[in-house]
């Protein structure tokens, strides 16, 4: 018959527990009368998890690339169904839960997440510090960043279909996998469920693979890599507007926000400072959204795609050239001022800074918008490649 579902389990050093993930997925095709395989997904086990696999009626795929996601990727490869659902290999999540998630997929859900605090968390089964803290705090910022309204994104069992998981081209080797599916899924705006499911401790007899901290990190970063506008120009804009408020604002002299506190010159170098740093901040957000596009990192493309239309090397060295030429000149007028002084005290240093700022970034945006044509945002080339693909 057929294969309807592929139940895939990553594995390394399972022994103790793999034949009660194998045996409880087989007994729930049997009672709900689905037509499904199991794949093992080895990713180089010493002990003897690859006999307990094959013993107990699971298809092995042997990984030899080390990490999680590389597993979960070969074991995806080798399946057979249209559905697809995973799950972790230490007998925390029931996989007689497998009909559950494929009864859902069925209604048309692209992906279904297993939701671990509405289902259930056994006393032991998750360190308080992931339950409290650092499983709600990634959910909370993944949904904030990325808008996929769901509970618990780093639910290790999940199921999706074999379309969806085609579409997605997910590319994480490590656990970042779990999170990349979820934020490129949330960014093409699959249709998510969740069902709830209870999460059991382990029955794997040795320390868990994941570390807290580092782990937590990754994820944030993951994250933050994925989300140019919140890693770049966010913060970008915020230090440009309030660099170029107190160059502005102090232009005309010292300002005094209290009887004892003066504001002056030095404080309009760091509004030229800050000002120059927003800039380039927001240029390397540019290349950033650029190289996520061409990659297809982000799939929300459209809005990019009409600033692309529209941007050209050309209008970017206009740009840039304006600002150049304006504050070449107004150092220019203040170099005649100070030369028709006889070359004495310079007392324009209000002046050279705001009209050399200029001049600087002039320079930034003409040799940026050289780089972000090399990344290859020309008109022609760019956008009709990447819609052929």
């Known amino acids: 018959m057929p294969v309807e579902v592929s139940v895939v389990i990553p594995c390394l050093n399972e022994a103790n527990s793999l034949a009660f993930c194998v045996d409880k997925a087989r007994a729930a095709f049997r009672a709900s009368g689905l037509s499904g395989e199991v794949i093992v997904a080895d990713n180089g086990s010493t002990d003897a998890s690859t006999q307990v696999a094959e013993e107990h009626g699971a298809r092995l795929v042997r990984v030899p690339e080390r990490g999680y996601g590389a597993a979960l990727q070969a074991g995806i490869a080798a399946a057979r169904g249209p559905f697809i659902v995973m799950g972790d290999a230490d007998d925390s999540y029931d996989f007689t839960d497998v009909p559950r998630f494929v009864e859902r997929l069925r209604e048309g859900y692209e992906i279904v997440m297993g939701n671990r605090f509405q289902g259930g968390i056994k006393p032991g089964a998750m360190p308080l510090l992931h339950k409290y803290f650092g499983n709600p705090g990634l959910t909370a910022l993944l949904n904030f960043m990325f808008h996929a309204r769901i509970g618990d994104s780093y639910c290790g069992m999940r199921g999706f279909t074999r379309d969806l998981y085609d579409r997605l081209d997910v590319r994480s080797t490590g ?215």
């Not at 709830?196 to 782990?215: E, T």
């Not at 840039?320 to 070449?328: E, N, P, R, V």
Request: aromatic share 16%.
């Open 175 to 389: 656990m970042e996998f779990a999170l990349e599916m979820i934020i490129k899924a949330a960014q093409i705006g699959a249709r998510i469920s969740e069902i709830p499911i209870i999460l059991w401790p382990d029955k794997r007899g040795r320390p868990p693979h994941l570390r807290s901290f580092r782990d937590g990190w990754r994820s944030l970063r993951f994250m933050l890599m994925y989300a140019p506008n919140w890693l770049f120009f966010f913060p970008g804009a915020a230090l440009l507007t309030f660099g170029l408020f107190l160059v502005l604002w102090l232009l005309p002299g010292p300002r005094g926000i209290s009887p004892r506190v003066i504001l002056d010159i030095h404080t309009m170098i760091f509004g030229v400072i800050f000002t120059l740093l927003g800039a380039q901040i927001l240029s390397i957000g540019a290349f950033a959204k650029v190289f996520c596009y061409a990659e297809r990192f982000d799939r929300r493309s459209v809005s990019l795609n009409r600033i692309l239309r529209r941007v050209t090397l050309e209008s970017g060295l206009l740009l840039g050239g304006i600002l150049f030429l304006g504050g070449f000149a107004g150092c220019a007028w203040v170099a005649w001022k100070w030369a028709a002084g006889g070359f004495g005290p310079l007392h324009e240093v209000r002046q050279v800074l705001f009209w050399s700022m200029w001049l600087f970034l002039g320079l930034q945006a003409i040799f940026s918008s050289f780089f972000l044509s090399m990344l290859g945002i020309s008109r022609g080339t760019f956008i009709g490649d990447y819609e052929k693909r």
